[in-house]
Nanobody, 123 residues
Framework: VQMVESGGGSVRPGGSLRLSCTASEHTFGRYSTGWFRQAPGKEREFVASIDWTTNNSQYIADSVKGRFEISRDNAKNTVYLHMDSLRPDDTAVYYC????????????????WGQGTQVTVSS
């Protein structure tokens, strides 16, 4: 499964961005997908994930809860990360990933990764 992120860029504090991640796999609907981020000098961390199951359960990191939302469109093989009220500490490279597991919030849960897209929040 190939994952390709898009939508990154530079934004001022308080602004919004929507990241997209499109998968090559036509069975995308059978993969849970997640977003992770890595800031300079820091480890890659979990941001959000959404299960492939019918209820599309979502898991959101405490650091972004209430500001970020994850959604998916299986018909487009795409998962989105909607980011509002962005802060400078949200600056990072954002990666999407896919797995057949559910409730996947750890890096080691994921088998397929995109190349990442840069998000910079600065005034």
């Amino acid at each position: 499964v190939q994952m390709v992120e898009s939508g990154g860029g530079s934004v001022r504090p308080g602004g919004s961005l929507r990241l997209s991640c499109t998968a090559s796999e036509h069975t995308f609907g059978r993969y849970s997908t997640g977003w992770f981020r890595q800031a300079p000098g820091k480890e890659r961390e979990f941001v959000a994930s959404i299960d492939w199951t019918t209820n599309n359960s979502q898991y959101i990191a405490d650091s972004v809860k209430g500001r970020f939302e994850i959604s998916r469109d299986n018909a487009k093989n795409t998962v989105y990360l909607h980011m509002d009220s962005l802060r400078p500490d949200d600056t990072a490279v954002y990666y999407c990933a896919a797995t057949t597991k559910i409730a996947a919030t750890s890096l080691r849960d994921y088998d397929y990764w995109g190349q990442g897209t840069q998000v910079t929040v600065s005034s």
